[in-house]
């Protein structure tokens, strides 16, 4: 698999800012970590040719190693191993046909927790030329059909503000 391809194209990133140093350049820079950019680009090409062989509904799925002919995938839960575990044969075979020298495939589970913050719900005021406005606008609505909905929502605020 052409390694140098993949190390090159990680070469050739950079940022357009004068001012600042690109990422990839400091990587290359700092000697223990320029011994792993192969390694990253290695890997990084075997995930994109494991998601170019397996089913759209694989997408989340990871490379976490692959190490002595071993390959190690991730999966965010139980239900989609299963189901990666029956495309195993098929993703090995299709690897070996272009030349990954893949004797085995693992998965592992690794649930990823969610850490998007929940946001709290604070609730506003009304003010006294916004209570009046929506007040007139009740009055001023035509009985309709359409326009039910929207007088319901604007007399829910309005007992909602009287509330508070």
């Not at 700092?30 to 990253?40: E, G, R, S």
């Not at 759209?56 to 190690?72: A, R, S």
């Not at 239900?79 to 030349?99: D, F, G, T």
Request: glycine share 0%; aromatic share 6%.
């Amino acid at each position: 698999m052409p390694i140098a391809s993949s190390y090159s194209s990680i070469k050739k990133i950079s940022f357009s800012s004068q001012t600042q140093k690109s990422a990839v350049d400091f990587l290359r820079n700092n000697n223990d970590i320029n011994a792993i950019l192969p390694t990253i680009a290695y890997i990084l090409e075997l995930k994109n040719q494991c998601i170019a062989e397996l089913p759209l509904m694989f997408k989340d799925c990871e490379v976490l190693q692959y190490k002595n002919e071993n390959l190690i995938l991730s999966t965010p839960n139980a239900a989609l191993a299963s189901k990666l575990k029956q495309q195993l044969p098929r993703l090995r075979k299709r690897l070996l046909a272009k030349n990954w020298g893949i004797n085995t495939i693992q998965i592992k589970v690794q649930v990823q927790k969610n850490l998007a913050k929940v946001s709290t719900f604070k609730q506003k005021k009304l003010s006294e030329v916004a209570f009046l406005a929506f007040s007139s606008l009740i009055q001023e609505l035509k009985l309709s059909i359409s326009n039910e909905p929207l007088k319901n929502a604007v007399l829910k605020m309005i007992k909602s503000h009287e509330k508070m």
